[in-house]
C-alpha cells in the first residue's frame, strides 16, 4: 500500500507522535483537523480519527469536538529533546569546492542569550529599524496587484535599480548606469558571485590583512589563494600589492575591515593602476559607508577614473537589517552580462517584494531620512564606548577605526595575546560577548598581533548596555591581570 | 576638489541632467529637496540651488518654494530613451565558469505585453496570489520584534523548518528531521548549491531528455557533463540509466518536466540501485506536485527506503509566487554540515521575513487552504484548456502529460518540425504566446520531434484566455497550413 502513497492508521499515529515529541507543532499548538488531515494524505477521515484518539489516549494531545487537536505541552516537555545531529560528512563524495568549504568554513552558532551586553559586529538594535515604514512599503508592495506573476530581470527590478542610481550618486558620488546596478541577496551573495565569475583553481587574489574572513573563504573555495598583505592605519598597503601578480583584490577602502584605515586617495590611484597593470578585478566591499563620524569622505575607487576594474559592492544590511539580505552591486559595463547570468542560475532573482518596498523608501526619501537618523544614534553610541573605555581603561586601550563604521578596535596595551582566550571566556562569564580581532589576520603571516584586540561592534547597543559592558570587561580584565600576577 | 568628494554646482547639474534624461527619477517624480542633497552631497545648500535653478531654466524641472522639485515630464519625453546597452564581455578575462554561463545561459527578457494569452510555463495568476493572507503575515512578521538583528541560521529559521517538516509529510509522506531541511531562495538555488558541491568538472550527470534547461546550464557550469537519457510516458528510462556511469542524476519523478509522466514505483526502485552502485546522487525536483487531477499520488523517491543519496527539492513558487523566491532541500543526513557551510558562504541565509510569514500560513493551516484552493482553479483551467483544443483542433491535437501539475504538451499532428518557427511568430501576431517543446531536447541525440509540440502553461489564465488564445492559436495554424498548400 505504501505505493499508492496511502498509509494506515498506524503509521500515521507514529509520524504524528514523532513530530509532536520532534516539536513541529510546537509545544501546545494545532494539529490539522481530522478532515483536512484526510484530504491531504488521501485517507478516510475515520482513519485519521484512529489515530488521533491514540494520540490523545496516550496524553499527547486534547482533542475536543469541532476544534483543532493540540499537543498537550507538559506531555512533550517530558520527553527529553531529541539533540539535532549534523551528522559530518566524511566518507561522502563531495566536490572540491565542497571539500574546501567544509574545511575552511566556520560553522554559523545561534547568537548567545541573555547576555548584558554583546559586542558583535554586524548587528544592529531591533530598535532602529523603521518598522512602520518598512511595514508601510511592504504592504503597498503586496496590495499592487502586478500584471503577471513571472520571474523578474535577474539584475533586479528596474523601479528599484532606478532608485539606488540616483541613490548611490547622491549619497556615495557614484555615477553608473541603471544596467550597471546588480541587486544581490546581500553583499554575501555578491561577493559569492565575483569568486565564480572572476576567479579559477589556482589564480592568486589578494586580501587585506587582517581582513574579512567569509570573502576569503568564499574566494579560496574556488580553488584560489589568497595572498595576504598588511594593513596599516591608513588600510591596505599598496606598496606592497605592486609587486603581486594576481587575478583580484577584496578592499574596504572606504574603512578597511576591521582596522578602519580610510584608504588615502593616493593608495587609490596605486591600486587602480595595479590592476590595469595585471588585468586584475578590484572587489571594492562599501559596507558600511552610510556611518562617518569625523573623517571627510573619500569617493569611491569606483568613482575614480579608469574604474571599468572596480566592482562596487554595498549593502542594507548596516542601515535596516541584516536579516532583509538585500545589497547591490555596481559593475563594470563589460560584465554586466555575464553578472546577469550568474544571477540568473544562482537564483533567477532577489525576491521582488522587499526590491519594491526598498524602491519606495528610496523614493520617497524615507530610506535617507532613516539612515540620518541611524547616523546620529551610531554617533552617540560610539561616542559612549569611547567615553566607557576611556573611564574604565585609561591609557591602558588604544582605540583604532572608530572614525568611522559600526565599530572599533581596542588593544590592551600589556594583555598578551596568550590571555586571549582567558579574556573572553572570562567577559562571557560575567555577560559580555567580546570578539578577538586574532581571527582576522592570516594565520600563516608574521604580522599577527602580539596584545589582546578586540573588535567591538556597538550598533546593537543602548548606552547603558555599552557602560555596563565596559565596566564588566574591565572587571575581567583586572581579574585576568591578577591571574597573571599570581602565576608569575 | 574631486578628492574630497565635494562637488561643484556644474558637475551637480550635469549628473541631475543625465539622471533626469535616464528616468531615476521618472517622468513627473520629485527630487530630493536641495537641504537633504547638500546634506548627503556635504556641500552647501546654495550649491544645490544653483544647479537646481539652472535645471528649472532648461525646463527639465519645476521648483516650488517648500515643495520637492519635479521633473518636468514632457522635457524627458522629447529625448530619446537611450538604449540600455548591455556590453558583451568578449576580450574580458573571466573564469571557466563565467565563460561557460555566458555561452549557455539563455538571457532574461521582459515578458511580452498586451497578449491575448500566453501559455507560458511557470507564471501564475496574480488574482490567486493570497493578497490578504500574505500582507497579514508578513505585516505580523515585521510588528514582532526579534531580540536581535542578526544573521540567522543558514538553514533556515526553525520556525519554518518546523513547520515544512510537518507539511512535507502531511503533503508528502516525507519523513524527515528538521536538521535535514535547507530553506533556500527558490528551487534554483537548490539547484546550484547541489552543482557546487556534488559536482566536478569533467564529472557526468544524467539529464532527462527532454528536460528543465536552466538545471543542465547550473550543473554544465561547473564543467560538469551532461548525459542525456531519453523520457517515455512513464517519465525518464531507467533501463537506460542503468549502464550510465555518472555522479548525479537530476530527475522529476511527480511529472516529468516538460513531457509530464509519473515515474512507477519499479522504475523508482530501478533509480534508488542505480545510485547506490554508482554512489551517484539523485535531485528529485518535486517542482509542482501540489498540483494531481487524475492521478494517484506517488510517494517521492526521498520517502522510498534507502534514500540517504536522494536531494529532495520543493518550492512555492508554482503555489504563491515565482517572485518570492522561497524553496527548500530536504538533504541526506552526511549532507548537512556541506549545505549549510555552501548556504553561508552563498547569502548567509534566505531573507528572514518572508520565512517567518510562510511559517506562519503554515502554522495556521492557511497555507494548505490557500493550495487546495489553487488546486481547485487549476483543474478549471485545465479542463478548459483540455477542452478548448479538442473543440479547435479534435484529433489533429494529441495531449500529454495533463494527469498533474500546470502545463501540459500539446503535439501537432502533420505539421512539421520546420513550420514550428512560423507558428510561434504567427501566434504572437494574432495575440497568443506560444513556447515550443523543441529547444527542451537535447540538441545532440537522435530523439528530437519530427512534429511541432508546445508546452502549454495555463495557470496564469483565465477560462476566457484559455478559449480565445486557443481560438487564435487554430487560425494560427489554418493560416501556416494555407501557407504550407501553396508553396508546394
Same mark, same amino acid.
Given at each position: 500500500m505504501e505505493t499508492s502513497g496511502r498509509m494506515g492508521a498506524r503509521r500515521i499515529y507514529e509520524t504524528l507522535k514523532a513530530q509532536i515529541i520532534g516539536r513541529t507543532y510546537g509545544t501546545d499548538g494545532a494539529l490539522p483537523s481530522s478532515r483536512s488531515l484526510a484530504a491531504e494524505l488521501g485517507v478516510s477521515r475515520s482513519t485519521i480519527t484512529v489515530a488521533y484518539e491514540q494520540l490523545a489516549a496516550e496524553g499527547f494531545i486534547n482533542v475536543r469536538h469541532g476544534a483543532r487537536p493540540r499537543v498537550v505541552g507538559a506531555a512533550v516537555g517530558a520527553i527529553e529533546k531529541r539533540e539535532a545531529s549534523r551528522t559530518s560528512a566524511r566518507n561522502i563524495h563531495l566536490s572540491q569546492l565542497g571539500a574546501r568549504l567544509l574545511k575552511d568554513a566556520s560553522r554559523w552558532t545561534d547568537p548567545p542569550r541573555g547576555l548584558v551586553a554583546n559586542f558583535r559586529y554586524g548587528e544592529l538594535s531591533?530598535?532602529?529599524?523603521p518598522v512602520s515604514a518598512w511595514k508601510k512599503a511592504m504592504v503597498a508592495a503586496i496590495s499592487r496587484k502586478p500584471v503577471h506573476l513571472a520571474y523578474d530581470d535577474p539584475c533586479g527590478s528596474l523601479r528599484l535599480r532606478r532608485a539606488l542610481q540616483g541613490y548611490l550618486w547622491r549619497s556615495r558620488s557614484v555615477r553608473c548606469h541603471v544596467d550597471q546596478i546588480v541587486v544581490v541577496n546581500g553583499s554575501q551573495q555578491g561577493l559569492d558571485i565575483c569568486s565564480r565569475l572572476l576567479l579559477d583553481a589556482g589564480d592568486r587574489f589578494v586580501m587585506e590583512d587582517p581582513g574579512y574572513q567569509i570573502a576569503k573563504v568564499v574566494f579560496a573555495a574556488t580553488g584560489a589563494i589568497a595572498v595576504p598583505v598588511p594593513v596599516d592605519a591608513d588600510g591596505l598597503d599598496t606598496k606592497r600589492v605592486a609587486k603581486i601578480e594576481a587575478r583580484l583584490a577584496y578592499v574596504t577602502?572606504?574603512?578597511?575591515?576591521?582596522?578602519g584605515g580610510v584608504l588615502p586617495v593616493a593608495r587609490r590611484y596605486e591600486l587602480l593602476a595595479w590592476a590595469r597593470k595585471h588585468d586584475a578585478w578590484l572587489i571594492e566591499d562599501?559596507?558600511? +559607508?552610510?556611518y562617518r563620524y569625523d573623517t571627510k569622505p573619500v569617493p569611491p575607487l569606483?568613482?575614480?577614473?579608469?574604474? #571599468?576594474r572596480v566592482v562596487y559592492l554595498g549593502t542594507v544590511s548596516k542601515t535596516l537589517?541584516?536579516?532583509?539580505r538585500v545589497g547591490y552591486l555596481v559593475v563594470p559595463a563589460g560584465l554586466q552580462s555575464a553578472f546577469a547570468a550568474a544571477k540568473q542560475v544562482m537564483d533567477?532573482?532577489?525576491?521582488l517584494l522587499e526590491q519594491e518596498a526598498l524602491a519606495a523608501m528610496l523614493e520617497s526619501g524615507t530610506y535617507e531620512g532613516h539612515v540620518r537618523r541611524a547616523r546620529r544614534r551610531n554617533a552617540e553610541r560610539r561616542e559612549s564606548l569611547l567615553q566607557a573605555l576611556h573611564r574604565r581603561f585609561g591609557d591602558r586601550v588604544r582605540v583604532e577605526?572608530?572614525?568611522?563604521?559600526l565599530h572599533l578596535v581596542a588593544w590592551f596595551e600589556g594583555?598578551?595575546?596568550?590571555a586571549e582566550d582567558d579574556l573572553v571566556r572570562t567577559a562571557r562569564s560575567k555577560g559580555v560577548g567580546v570578539y578577538p580581532i +586574532?581571527?582576522?589576520?592570516?594565520?600563516?603571516?608574521?604580522?599577527?598581533?602580539?596584545v589582546v584586540g578586540l573588535v567591538m #561592534?556597538?550598533?546593537?547597543?543602548?548606552a547603558k548596555q555599552i557602560e555596563k559592558g565596559c565596566k564588566l570587561l574591565a572587571d575581567a580584565v583586572e581579574q585576568i591581570d591578577r591571574l597573571a600576577n599570581w602565576t608569575r
Open positions: 531591533p530598535s532602529d529599524f577602502p572606504s574603512h578597511q575591515y576591521p582596522l562599501d559596507y558600511d +559607508s552610510e569606483q568613482t575614480l577614473q579608469d574604474s #571599468g537589517s541584516p536579516t532583509l533567477r532573482h532577489t525576491p577605526g572608530a572614525a568611522a563604521g594583555l598578551p595575546i596568550a +586574532s581571527p582576522l589576520f592570516d594565520q600563516r603571516t608574521a604580522g599577527r598581533p602580539d #561592534g556597538y550598533s546593537a547597543l543602548d
